[in-house]
């Protein structure tokens, strides 16, 4: 065959068309359904039928969770210093759902090692230090009471439960073995707190349960005070939430309502939801993709991208810990913080590292999360807009939709013609819509990317594109619009994006996404979150005193 | 049997924080008098790396004309016409043209490259089909694991990815279990040379950790479901392996060159793609001289990728420019494909940095280059169709003697399947696999003509 680099290969064409009908909007979702539109509405109460539980299993604590986990057993001076391996695989798959299936690399292994041989060493790099977080003073005596103690409660706390029996017989048997190599107890209890840290009872959650008579699997007390401060904390649980747990306070709902309602005013739990909201918004990568070069972008700063980051953050802890507001006031609020970098980025007065809450004037363009330049630039790979990113950026992280991948033979955007003159955005993507095959998928991202066109990249504001009128208007299910603050005024109202809302927290909770069967529980989810007046905090609480945060179908 | 060796006498006279450019004689008090076996009887170890790059080439500027011995060198491949050690480096390469891949995929690079990289993928899984696994740089690190310290390096050299930054699409170690890649040529440093001045007490007390630890993993194993365990059972495996490589480590002593800064990268614009891959080449030649490992997996640029090649002249995402090479406007297309040309050029060139150092490193009686096989591929052959035929593949180096020196142009009959390429790599450098591939990739024999 004759190769032809101009022009589409009309063998990868047929063979694109052939696989997927792309002449409906249908045909655009992957498996052919829209979330939540087809399943058989089952009431969640009947659980001798229910099979819309989660499964059950492991989750590797993230690279944030063993942070503070380290943090928290060790002191506020023991930061681990290694790379652990990758927390998540991308797309829409959250860190904490990647934790329930990644398996540890061989990269992996050596960091959780040498982090845990590290971290030991500077535990126990004094006397003093030592002494201080040992307790007591061992000996090689196998029946040494001091050493009894630590591996009790040392393990207690590092492995969020009490040591078995053999665990027990195990690791106290191990100091004398590990004083072999030169005789001083202390290298042994350095070398056992390093096995603590390195065990996979400490780097994997375990929300196995136990089989209980109808068949499910029930998370005992620990395994709840787990799951309950990894989701509100980020962290290990407190020696409090321990022993709760051994008390047997949380194995009614009301005894884990009660518990989580006490840490939702943790200091810790607004970073723990903003470091869940930014991988469920995808704004991480912030800082590595905005320009920090002001020859690049002339509001280029070293801080720029993490500063976006921190005003979504700061607009979400208002949010949901001040004020207890409705969540989808996000999308739609008039106010945020800014430092100096983004008040140069926004056009506003200020300066330096310090946030302050500004509140943006009647005829600003800007107001709410979409208009921010975190979200703006979270899918910019360079100084182009992209309407068709950002727009499927919406589709998957606000609406939950499923959109089917590219055929074959799909095309990018064009590199600008030198000779063709001034072009809106709109304008190049006009194949998006005059061609069929493109038009499937397009047709549901590009509107809502076309209508942020008057944002940069990089989320500076722009009235027209090189001198050109830009057509802000667009349609969102079935509903018409002109700019971003319609659009997101429609947006809030979408049981869809309510519901995409409430998808987001279960997966985060739970550690998967949910299965069709579990539609019915999202359902009655979403609808006591708008009882609620959609607060964020009485969704997390009606998710905690569930059954299936307690229950599940199976260990996978 | 793991080869083990101390380098106390080899290094004797030279100063502690040497520098890179120092070109150690590796293993040469070792040798036997031809210098092709250590003296023990064992034959000098052989490498393997994996050199990925994404989108494709240029078919008309990369496939030569002439098959067989002496092909005619084209413009995208004179970047590796060169002599380098005293050596002509093209003798060294084998290429490829005339192989399919042959994994079935909507959208078609992810199959494509997982067709090449393993014979395998993930169809369920993401939208794309997720790579599957284990690729070429695992099944050998598996294979070899405990001859080395460490088993293997995966590094990458663009951040910018398809959809996220440091996107890894090389290395996989089964289906939903990507590879950890390493970005930082400074850590990648620190991972290799961190250790080596570590006494053999502290080793000895890793050990016993690590050893004990394996008790917590089988209690926990015994407990949980299927696919927990398999989780499990990588990680026990993956300490093992660290286990074993400590007992290599004890007994391998290596110069430790200073430790490299790594440049300034901004994701999305200007990359220093040079600067970082010569870091992470001069790295990786030295762990394989020193025998720290023997199988790395390098990705230029990944699968899909949105990098910007402005080294030569290019304002944005190299993908788009594969694509704008159809674009309907006859000039945008061949500004794109001339943009195209000049950055699988460019990649070429940064190919030819590595296999250059390795042919100009002595190593017995010849170079390392004799020693070593360089698999050098990419998802498909021309990114601007999809095109899944021609596909690019280069294999640099002799492998030991057991690839066709000099190397010769094979063309491929019949859309012949294009895994069969990896399973000759594989063997040559001495893998042990009945078969490689699932489904339409799946094979049980290499190219005859590609092998000595």
């Given at each position: 065959?004759?190769?032809?680099?101009?022009?589409c290969r009309?063998?990868?064409?047929?063979?694109?068309?052939?696989?997927?009908?792309?002449?409906?909007?249908?045909?655009?979702?992957?498996n052919?359904?829209?979330?939540?539109?087809?399943?058989?509405?089952?009431?969640?109460?009947?659980?001798?039928?229910?099979?819309?539980?989660?499964?059950?299993?492991?989750?590797?604590?993230?690279?944030?969770q063993?942070?503070?986990?380290?943090?928290?057993?060790?002191?506020?001076?023991?930061?681990?210093r290694?790379?652990?391996?990758?927390?998540?695989v991308?797309?829409?798959?959250?860190?904490?759902?990647?934790?329930?299936?990644?398996?540890?690399?061989?990269?992996?292994?050596?960091?959780?090692?040498?982090?845990?041989?590290?971290l030991?060493?500077r535990?126990?790099?004094?006397?003093?230090l030592?002494?201080?977080?040992?307790?007591?003073?061992?000996?090689?005596d196998?029946?040494?009471?001091?050493?009894?103690?630590f591996?009790?409660?040392?393990?207690?706390?590092?492995?969020?439960?009490?040591?078995?029996?053999?665990?027990?017989?195990?690791?106290?048997?191990?100091?004398?073995?590990?004083?072999?190599?030169?005789?001083?107890?202390?290298?042994?209890?350095?070398?056992?707190?390093?096995?603590?840290?390195?065990?996979?009872?400490?780097?994997?959650?375990?929300?196995?349960?136990?089989?209980?008579?109808?068949?499910?699997?029930?998370?005992?007390?620990f395994?709840?005070?787990?799951?309950?401060?990894?989701?509100?904390?980020?962290?290990?649980?407190?020696?409090?939430?321990?022993?709760?747990?051994?008390?047997?306070?949380?194995?009614?709902?009301?005894?884990?309502?009660?518990?989580?309602?006490?840490?939702?005013?943790?200091?810790?739990?607004?970073?723990?939801?903003?470091?869940?909201?930014?991988?469920?918004?995808d704004?991480?990568?912030?800082?590595s993709?905005?320009?920090s070069?002001?020859?690049?972008?002339?509001?280029?700063?070293?801080?720029?991208?993490?500063?976006?980051?921190?005003?979504?953050?700061?607009?979400?802890?208002?949010?949901?810990?001040?004020?207890?507001?409705?969540?989808?006031?996000?999308?739609?609020?008039?106010?945020?913080?800014?430092?100096?970098?983004?008040?140069?980025?926004y056009?506003?007065?200020?300066q330096?590292?310090?946030?302050?809450?500004?509140?943006?004037?009647?005829?600003?363009?800007?107001?709410?999360?979409?208009?921010?330049?975190?979200?703006?630039?979270?899918?910019?790979?360079?100084?182009?807009?992209?309407?068709?990113?950002?727009?499927?950026?919406?589709?998957?992280?606000?609406?939950?939709?499923?959109?089917?991948?590219?055929?074959?033979?799909?095309?990018?955007?064009?590199?600008?013609?030198?000779?063709?003159?001034?072009?809106?955005m709109?304008?190049?993507?006009?194949?998006?819509?005059?061609?069929?095959?493109?038009?499937?998928c397009?047709?549901?991202?590009?509107?809502?990317?076309?209508?942020?066109?008057?944002?940069?990249?990089?989320?500076?504001?722009r009235?027209?594109?090189?001198?050109?009128?830009i057509?802000?208007?667009?349609?969102?299910?079935?509903?018409?619009?002109?700019?971003?603050?319609?659009?997101?005024?429609?947006?809030?109202?979408?049981p869809?994006?309510?519901?995409?809302?409430?998808?987001?927290?279960?997966?985060?909770?739970?550690?998967?996404?949910?299965?069709?069967?579990?539609?019915?529980f999202?359902?009655?989810?979403?609808?006591?979150?708008?009882?609620?007046?959609?607060?964020?905090?009485?969704?997390?609480?009606?998710?905690?005193?569930?059954?299936?945060?307690r229950?599940?179908?199976?260990?996978? | 049997?793991?080869?083990?060796?101390?380098?106390?006498?080899?290094?004797?006279?030279?100063?502690?924080?040497?520098?890179?450019?120092?070109?150690?004689?590796?293993?040469?008090?070792?040798?036997?008098?031809?210098?092709?076996?250590?003296?023990?009887?064992?034959a000098?170890?052989?490498?393997y790396?994996?050199?990925?790059?994404?989108?494709?080439?240029?078919?008309?500027?990369?496939?030569?004309?002439?098959?067989?011995?002496?092909?005619?060198?084209?413009?995208?491949?004179?970047?590796l016409?060169?002599?380098?050690?005293?050596?002509?480096?093209?003798?060294?390469?084998?290429?490829?043209?005339?192989?399919?891949?042959?994994?079935?995929?909507r959208?078609?690079?992810?199959?494509?490259?997982?067709?090449?990289?393993?014979?395998?993928?993930?169809?369920?899984?993401?939208?794309?089909?997720?790579?599957?696994?284990?690729?070429?740089?695992?099944?050998?690190?598996?294979?070899?694991?405990?001859?080395?310290?460490?088993?293997?390096?995966?590094?990458?050299?663009?951040?910018?990815?398809?959809?996220?930054?440091?996107?890894?699409?090389?290395?996989?170690?089964?289906?939903?279990?990507?590879?950890?890649?390493?970005?930082?040529?400074?850590?990648?440093?620190?991972?290799?040379f961190?250790?080596?001045?570590?006494?053999?007490?502290?080793?000895?007390?890793?050990?016993?950790?690590?050893?004990?630890?394996?008790?917590?993993?089988?209690?926990?194993?015994?407990?949980?479901?299927?696919?927990?365990?398999?989780?499990?059972?990588?990680?026990?495996?993956?300490?093992?392996?660290?286990?074993?490589?400590?007992d290599a480590?004890?007994?391998?002593?290596?110069?430790?060159?200073?430790?490299?800064?790594?440049?300034?990268?901004?994701?999305?614009?200007?990359?220093?793609?040079?600067?970082?891959?010569?870091?992470f080449?001069?790295?990786?030649?030295?762990a394989?001289?020193?025998?720290?490992?023997?199988?790395?997996?390098?990705?230029?640029?990944?699968?899909s990728?949105?990098?910007?090649?402005?080294?030569?002249g290019?304002?944005?995402?190299?993908?788009?420019?594969?694509?704008?090479?159809?674009?309907?406007?006859?000039?945008?297309?061949?500004?794109?494909?001339?943009?195209?040309d000049?950055?699988?050029?460019?990649?070429?060139?940064?190919?030819?940095?590595?296999?250059?150092?390795?042919?100009?490193?002595?190593?017995?009686?010849?170079?390392?280059?004799?020693?070593?096989?360089?698999?050098?591929?990419?998802?498909?052959?021309?990114?601007?169709?999809h095109?899944?035929?021609?596909?690019?593949?280069?294999?640099?180096?002799?492998?030991?003697?057991?690839?066709?020196?000099?190397?010769?142009?094979?063309?491929?009959?019949?859309?012949?399947?294009?895994?069969?390429?990896?399973?000759?790599?594989?063997?040559?450098?001495?893998?042990?696999l009945?078969?490689?591939?699932?489904?339409?990739?799946?094979?049980?024999?290499?190219?005859?003509?590609l092998?000595?």
């Amino acid at each position: 065959m004759p190769i032809n680099g101009f022009g589409c290969r009309a063998q990868a064409c047929l063979r694109a068309s052939a696989l997927v009908a792309w002449s409906t909007v249908a045909a655009c979702f992957a498996n052919g359904q829209v979330p939540g539109g087809t399943a058989d509405a089952q009431p969640a109460t009947t659980r001798a039928v229910f099979s819309g539980y989660p499964t059950s299993g492991l989750r590797r604590l993230t690279t944030a969770q063993y942070t503070n986990s380290v943090m928290s057993l060790l002191g506020s001076d023991f930061a681990p210093r290694v790379a652990l391996d990758a927390d998540s695989v991308g797309g829409d798959v959250l860190r904490s759902e990647s934790a329930s299936t990644l398996a540890t690399t061989p990269h992996g292994a050596d960091q959780y090692d040498l982090s845990a041989q590290d971290l030991a060493a500077r535990r126990f790099a004094t006397q003093a230090l030592a002494a201080d977080f040992v307790g007591c003073t061992p000996s090689l005596d196998p029946n040494d009471a001091c050493v009894a103690t630590f591996v009790r409660t040392f393990g207690l706390r590092a492995w969020r439960r009490p040591v078995t029996p053999d665990e027990f017989a195990a690791y106290t048997g191990a100091v004398p073995q590990f004083a072999a190599l030169d005789g001083n107890v202390w290298t042994a209890m350095r070398m056992l707190t390093a096995a603590f840290l390195e065990s996979p009872n400490f780097l994997y959650r375990s929300e196995l349960g136990v089989p209980d008579p109808n068949g499910y699997r029930v998370l005992d007390s620990f395994e709840l005070a787990t799951r309950l401060a990894y989701l509100l904390t980020n962290s290990t649980p407190s020696d409090a939430l321990l022993a709760s747990a051994a008390s047997g306070a949380l194995s009614t709902p009301a005894g884990l309502l009660d518990a989580a309602s006490r840490m939702l005013n943790d200091p810790r739990a607004p970073a723990a939801f903003v470091d869940f909201l930014g991988d469920w918004l995808d704004l991480d990568s912030l800082a590595s993709r905005v320009p920090s070069d002001p020859n690049l972008f002339a509001y280029a700063t070293p801080t720029l991208g993490a500063s976006m980051r921190q005003e979504v953050g700061l607009m979400a802890t208002d949010l949901v810990f001040n004020q207890n507001a409705d969540f989808r006031d996000l999308f739609t609020r008039n106010t945020t913080f800014v430092n100096g970098d983004l008040a140069a980025l926004y056009g506003l007065p200020g300066q330096g590292n310090a946030f302050v809450p500004v509140q943006w004037p009647q005829n600003s363009p800007r107001g709410g999360l979409f208009t921010s330049a975190a979200f703006l630039s979270s899918q910019s790979t360079g100084p182009q807009t992209s309407p068709t990113r950002r727009g499927l950026y919406i589709v998957q992280r606000i609406q939950c939709r499923t959109l089917s991948p590219p055929p074959a033979g799909a095309g990018m955007l064009p590199p600008a013609d030198p000779n063709a003159g001034p072009q809106t955005m709109r304008q190049k993507l006009n194949a998006h819509r005059t061609q069929a095959a493109c038009a499937a998928c397009h047709t549901l991202m590009d509107p809502m990317g076309l209508t942020l066109e008057h944002f940069e990249a990089y989320g500076t504001y722009r009235a027209t594109d090189q001198g050109l009128f830009i057509d802000a208007s667009g349609e969102v299910d079935g509903q018409a619009y002109v700019g971003t603050a319609q659009m997101a005024n429609i947006m809030r109202g979408l049981p869809e994006v309510q519901q995409c809302i409430v998808r987001h927290v279960y997966r985060q909770a739970l550690g998967q996404h949910e299965t069709a069967d579990a539609e019915p529980f999202i359902a009655s989810l979403t609808q006591q979150f708008a009882q609620s007046g959609f607060r964020m905090q009485a969704l997390l609480l009606s998710i905690v005193s569930s059954d299936a945060f307690r229950t599940a179908q199976e260990l996978r | 049997m793991p080869t083990t060796l101390s380098r106390r006498t080899l290094l004797r006279g030279m100063l502690g924080g040497a520098t890179l450019s120092l070109g150690l004689p590796a293993l040469e008090c070792m040798l036997n008098r031809h210098g092709t076996a250590l003296a023990s009887g064992t034959a000098l170890p052989v490498r393997y790396g994996t050199w990925f790059w994404g989108c494709g080439v240029c078919p008309e500027k990369w496939i030569p004309q002439t098959t067989g011995a002496n092909w005619e060198t084209t413009s995208e491949l004179a970047p590796l016409d060169v002599t380098a050690g005293g050596v002509s480096v093209k003798s060294y390469i084998n290429l490829t043209s005339g192989m399919q891949t042959k994994l079935p995929g909507r959208f078609t690079h992810y199959p494509n490259a997982s067709s090449i990289l393993a014979g395998n993928h993930d169809a369920a899984a993401g939208a794309y089909g997720e790579p599957g696994g284990p690729t070429l740089d695992v099944i050998l690190a598996r294979q070899w694991a405990g001859r080395t310290p460490v088993s293997s390096l995966q590094v990458g050299v663009a951040q910018q990815g398809d959809n996220l930054v440091k996107q890894n699409d090389t290395s996989w170690l089964g289906d939903n279990m990507p590879n950890a890649m390493e970005f930082s040529p400074a850590a990648l440093y620190n991972t290799l040379f961190s250790n080596s001045s570590a006494n053999l007490k502290q080793i000895a007390g890793r050990k016993s950790v690590l050893d004990f630890v394996q008790g917590d993993m089988q209690r926990l194993r015994s407990r949980v479901g299927t696919l927990d365990a398999q989780r499990l059972q990588e990680h026990a495996q993956n300490i093992r392996q660290i286990e074993t490589g400590l007992d290599a480590l004890a007994k391998l002593q290596c110069v430790v060159p200073n430790p490299p800064v790594d440049p300034a990268v901004q994701v999305g614009s200007r990359e220093p793609l040079q600067e970082v891959n010569r870091l992470f080449a001069d790295l990786l030649v030295l762990a394989m001289q020193c025998d720290i490992t023997r199988v790395f997996a390098l990705q230029f640029i990944s699968v899909s990728s949105n990098v910007t090649f402005w080294q030569v002249g290019g304002t944005g995402s190299h993908h788009g420019y594969t694509h704008a090479g159809s674009d309907p406007n006859p000039q945008v297309a061949a500004n794109a494909r001339d943009i195209v040309d000049k950055s699988v050029t460019f990649m070429m060139g940064e190919l030819s940095y590595m296999v250059q150092k390795l042919a100009s490193t002595p190593e017995g009686a010849g170079n390392m280059l004799d020693n070593s096989l360089v698999f050098a591929t990419s998802e498909l052959s021309d990114g601007t169709t999809h095109d899944d035929n021609n596909h690019p593949s280069l294999l640099i180096g002799r492998a030991g003697g057991a690839m066709k020196y000099p190397g010769i142009h094979y063309k491929g009959v019949n859309e012949d399947n294009a895994t069969r390429i990896s399973l000759t790599a594989l063997r040559a450098v001495g893998a042990s696999l009945p078969s490689l591939g699932v489904d339409a990739a799946a094979t049980t024999a290499s190219i005859p003509d590609l092998l000595a």
